[in-house]
């Protein structure tokens, strides 16, 4: 399962069908694959999160009362970010993902990292 941002804001108006057709249309992704599609507002403040589970679609609609949502580096020209559960799980609490910095994974005494 893949978490696609979506990098333009969204018009919050939008439901279910709606959303779906952006999904189809703009970056001709599949719907139906069960991947998550989060889509946020002009002012930041929002975020809706839209999936389809077991016979029919998902929405979370949530908005952030102190501040905006920190989204991610985006590169310029791009349409979509893909994140982990971790970066999307921050993103909805409000955690900037940019600030955050992992620590470098761990490789056995005697061996090379990649």
Do not use: C, N
């Not at 929002?46 to 016979?55: D, E, F, M, N, Q």
């Not at 102190?66 to 791009?78: I, N, S, T």
């Not at 940019?98 to 761990?106: D, E, I, L, T, Y």
């Amino acid at each position: 399962m893949r978490v696609v941002l979506v990098t333009e804001p969204v018009d919050m108006r939008k439901s279910i069908d709606g959303l779906m057709a952006l999904v189809r249309t703009a970056w001709g992704e599949d719907v139906y694959s069960g991947h998550i599609f989060a889509f946020v507002s002009r002012r930041g403040d929002r975020i809706k999160v839209l999936t389809w589970s077991r016979g029919g679609f998902v929405l979370l609609y949530k908005r952030l009362e102190p501040g905006r949502f920190r989204l991610p580096p985006v590169d310029e020209g791009a349409q979509v970010v893909h994140l982990d559960a971790t970066q999307l799980a921050m993103l909805l609490d409000g955690i900037d993902v940019a600030q955050v910095r992992r620590q470098p994974a761990w490789t056995p005494p005697g061996r090379t990292g990649t």
